[in-house]
Nanobody
Framework: QVQLVESGGGLVQPGGSLRLFCEIS????????MGWFRQTPGKDREFVAA????????SYSDSAKGRFTISRDNAKNTLSLQMNTLKPEDTAVYLC????????????????????WGQGTQVTVSS
């Protein structure tokens, strides 16, 4: 049974940085496509960033470009999201997601294309 467990969230002031982690377990084969989504109360999950397994190709939402960096360590089965220059509108629960599917770029942005999800970690950006 695949399990994704996020960590690293917390309270940070505007302009600050946080690094989120996702630990992957329960799978014998590497999960090819991994991503980060975020969610606020009453809203759908919003795509933040994704990375493909063998190419390392990355995709970012417009709000994340230039501020966030997604990376993965296949040897350690971990995914991370470095978030810089955080803004109050980045406040959300951040969720790690994965699928064995080789998604095309446009499919990376849809939460329905991911099979595995973590419980999420809260990020609050406030002074």
């Amino acid at each position: 049974q695949v399990q994704l467990v996020e960590s690293g969230g917390g309270l940070v002031q505007p302009g600050g940085s946080l690094r989120l982690f996702c630990e992957i377990s329960g799978t014998r084969s590497s999960i090819y496509t991994m991503g980060w989504f975020r969610q606020t109360p009453g809203k759908d999950r919003e795509f933040v960033a994704a990375i493909k397994g063998n190419t390392g190709m990355r995709s970012y939402s417009d709000s994340a470009k230039g501020r966030f960096t997604i990376s993965r360590d296949n040897a350690k089965n971990t995914l991370s999201l470095q978030m810089n220059t955080l803004k109050p509108e980045d406040t959300a629960v951040y969720l790690c997601a994965g699928t064995h599917s080789h998604l095309i770029t446009s499919s990376l942005w849809s939460a329905s294309n991911y099979d595995y999800w973590g419980q999420g970690t809260q990020v609050t950006v406030s002074s």
